[in-house]
């Protein structure tokens, strides 16, 4: 039977308060002292009887009820009151002792000023299981206990049997949410509060590990720092020590070796500024590491120490002269250089030297490279190659940030640092082929470099100091100037390397060719000779360059053929090779001039085919032009161009058709056809890009042929563009095309006559085997091109 009694109420605010929990409770509040005394006042503190033993003391009891923001909560905890008296602090206390649960009811009447209501004990029931994890519980409680040092609150719990009080055990779980006191004080089912106070152990063990290991792993952390700082400073203290005997103490001290090096006031200012960072950064930390590695590449460079120039003029030239054969042009102006440098030295000239910024523009193979090194040693200068192409990142120029992750100085700075001198020769190698991306232009970086009025300033990103390269020579190499913009062409002075003519070949094939391949092949001077002709030979029908590339090429076969023979005991060294002797090395020749094939083989043999001369990054070449007229009866019309030729060759051709077609009459050619039939204009080589202002009248010679039927001579080649009115206007690289010519056995040249000032710069041994002949209009041309007719009118189907 339910069982109902009146006791007093005793709120707990923001607590809970469980069956089996012991818990002190102050008398502040007056709701809480009057409940405690309204229980005292109603319950005796002892039972006499006459001729009967004394009964135990009955203690009172009270109802602690959960209030929470105010409000009471349904189910409360019967507790005895164990004790009244003081805490340490002073303040009154009673102490309680939860016995079972109670469900609150209606108020009643009772002694004092306490709020009296009727409790409901509840009952609770337990099975099997509820057993079986009351003892899973009970043990997982344990061990937590003796884990933690208590042992004899352990054998306490261990004696209880009871799974409802094991249950509430959950209760004095330090840390447990308010919530879930609750939940475990209105959870009547055993078995599902031992299920939930399992649950929460588990994670509170949980957590209670997480916190432990990471206790201990910073309590080791710490030990490890200390240990390691202690053990740093015992082998600093031993370096220290090391160092005085063996004198490399100062290798470590950057602080001396800043102030021991001679540098310019402002990097010794940035320097020391760096040498204090360092001092006061931890050994552990990364940036130390950072600014040990900028201090030892400032220290690295040569910021006083300079080479002294060679102001033997004379002895210069004869340097430059004995590397490189021809090329006067750029050996002038080294020399002009030398000289104005020896002339403000002698007259004690202060100020900055402008230092030369040559840009040394031509085909591959001419020397352009190698011509560097023979500066830098007539100079009495050190060299350093900088390689440009494909350099996309304008980082590679000026430097990186010193906050990415493995920054480095530009390529100038490390230049720079490689010479050993802060005036050496910079070779800007393949200029032309500098890219851009997202991750900016690299030309707009070299415009400060290349500046003269600017680079005695020039700031690395990665240095953060001003670094003087007035006095550094740059030279610059590349193919075409197309790709270069044009504010960086403007700070370069353009030094042009058209090619070399035949005779200079042979010249640098035995005296620079020859023995640096013999050598390669493991042959002595001597061992293999080359006479004249047959350099010459491979010059003109092997290899048509404007440099020496393919030449050298060349050279090495017929040494490695010659190789293989004398180790197979078929010849014997020492060896001339005759030209005669060349086909049976290298077989027949690639190239053989024009006008020396059969007269029905030649390209021109057949009206409509002209020869025309053009500049490519390979230097001057020999360009045909064909034309050719459709079948009255295919209904074909109007002009089609083929050779993937460029807007401004397409814009030539429909000149010359349309000047031929106004002025015809005038040259006596038959213009009717170009009225009523189809033309084709085609420039073999389709797979090649072509473009240009320069085949025009190669176009108006090649259709006007075809209309005339009269051939185009054989040994006649032209360049320059027509106008409208007839006129031929001038163009550019004439010298280029002059050597194109000359190697591809063209005699007869027509150039616009407002290019016959360039004639000088031909070489005049070329110039002596050509015949040039200026013109100013289009009859002039097609007087000079064409052969004369063998019939009259002799026209092309």
Not at 649 to 665: D, N, V
Request: proline content about 6%; cysteine-free.
């Amino acid at each position: 039977m339910t069982e109902i009694r009146l006791l007093p109420l005793l709120p707990v605010d923001d607590d809970v308060v469980l069956p089996g929990m012991i818990v002190p409770i102050e008398l502040e509040d007056p709701d809480t002292r009057a409940a405690v005394e309204s229980a005292q006042a109603k319950t005796p503190s002892t039972s006499s009887f006459p001729g009967i033993r004394s009964l135990p003391t009955i203690k009172a009891e009270v109802l602690i009820v959960p209030r929470l923001d105010g409000e009471y909560a349904e189910l409360g905890t019967v507790a005895t009151i164990e004790r009244v008296g003081k805490l340490p602090g002073g303040k009154s206390a009673v102490l309680l002792r939860g016995t079972r649960r109670a469900r609150v009811g209606e108020p009643g009447e009772g002694p004092g000023e306490a709020r009296w209501v009727h409790a409901e004990e509840l009952t609770e029931t337990t099975d099997e299981r509820s057993r079986a994890l009351a003892d899973e519980f009970k043990e997982l409680v344990i061990a937590t206990l003796r884990e933690r040092g208590g042992e004899q609150m352990a054998e306490t719990i261990g004696q209880l049997d009871d799974p409802s009080a094991i249950a509430d055990l959950a209760g004095n779980q330090p840390d447990l949410p308010l919530e879930r006191k609750l939940e475990l004080l209105r959870t009547l089912e055993v078995t599902l509060r031992l299920e939930r106070a399992l649950e929460w152990s588990r994670e509170y063990m949980a957590e209670l590990e997480v916190t432990d290991t990471i206790r201990k792993d910073v309590a080791e952390g710490m030990e490890k720092q200390q240990k390691e700082f202690l053990l740093r400073r015992q082998l600093d203290a031993i370096r220290k020590e090391l160092g005085e005997l063996d004198g490399s103490a100062e290798e470590d001290d950057y602080r001396t070796r800043v102030e021991k090096a001679e540098l310019p006031e402002h990097v010794r200012k940035a320097a020391l500024s760096e040498v204090d960072k360092l001092e006061r950064t931890s050994d552990q930390s990364p940036e130390g590491g950072w600014i040990r590695t900028w201090l030892d590449t400032v220290l690295d460079l040569p910021w006083n120490t300079r080479t002294t120039d060679v102001h033997d003029i004379a002895g210069a030239r004869a340097v430059l002269d004995a590397d490189h054969a021809g090329l006067d042009d750029v050996k002038e102006r080294i020399i002009e250089y030398l000289a104005v440098r020896a002339r403000r030295q002698e007259s004690e000239v202060g100020g900055r030297h402008n230092g030369a910024v040559l840009a040394l523009v031509g085909p591959p193979g001419v020397g352009k490279t190698s011509l560097g090194q023979s500066v830098a040693k007539a100079m009495g200068r050190e060299f350093v190659r900088v390689a440009l192409g494909g350099v996309r990142d304008e980082a590679e120029i000026r430097g990186h940030r010193r906050t990415y992750v493995g920054a480095l100085p530009g390529r100038i700075v490390r230049a720079i640092k490689e010479a050993g001198s802060m005036n050496p020769v910079v070779l800007l190698d393949e200029v032309d082929k500098v890219g851009a991306d997202y991750r900016g232009d690299p030309t707009a970086a070299l415009l400060e470099v290349l500046d003269p009025e600017q680079n005695h300033t020039f700031r690395d990103h990665y240095l953060e100091v001003e670094l003087d390269l007035s006095d550094v020579v740059f030279l610059a190499t590349a193919n075409a100037l197309d790709t270069i913009p044009g504010p960086l062409l403007d700070r370069m002075e353009l030094v042009t390397l058209d090619g070399y003519t035949e005779r200079e070949k042979v010249i640098i094939g035995r005296d620079h060719l020859l023995p640096k391949e013999l050598e390669r092949a493991g042959m002595s001077q001597g061992d293999v000779v080359f006479t004249e002709d047959a350099l010459a030979r491979i010059a003109a029908e092997y290899t048509r360059e404007a440099g020496v590339r393919d030449a050298d090429r060349t050279i090495a076969k017929v040494l490695r053929k010659i190789a293989t023979r004398v180790a197979l005991d078929e010849a014997a060294l020492p060896i001339t090779v005759t030209a005669e002797d060349l086909q049976g090395y290298l077989g027949r020749p690639r190239h053989l001039p024009e006008s020396s094939l059969p007269a029905s083989t030649q390209r021109t043999a057949t009206p409509g085919v002209a020869t025309g001369l053009a500049v490519t990054g390979a230097g001057g070449d020999v360009l045909y032009v064909e034309a050719s007229l459709a079948d009255p009866e295919s209904g074909a019309s109007g002009l089609a161009l083929t050779g993937q030729l460029g807007d401004v060759m397409k814009e030539s051709a429909q000149i010359a058709l349309s000047y031929l077609r106004s002025h015809g009459a005038e040259l006596e050619l038959p213009v009717g056809d170009l009225k009523e039939r189809g033309i084709h204009v085609h420039v073999p080589a389709g797979a090649v890009p072509k473009d240009g202002p320069s085949a025009g009248v190669t176009m108006t010679t090649a259709l006007a042929s075809l209309l005339s039927g009269r051939v185009v001579r054989a040994d006649v080649a032209m360049t320059g563009e027509v106008s409208l009115t007839g006129r031929v206007l001038p163009i550019g690289g004439v010298k280029q095309k002059l050597l194109a010519a000359h190697r591809a056995g063209l005699r007869t040249i027509i150039i616009p006559q407002r290019n016959e000032p360039d004639l000088d710069d031909v070489p005049a041994d070329v110039l002596a085997e050509l015949d040039v002949h200026p013109v100013s209009n289009v009859r002039e041309v097609l007087e000079l091109a064409l052969a004369p007719a063998s019939t009259p009118v002799a026209r092309a189907a």
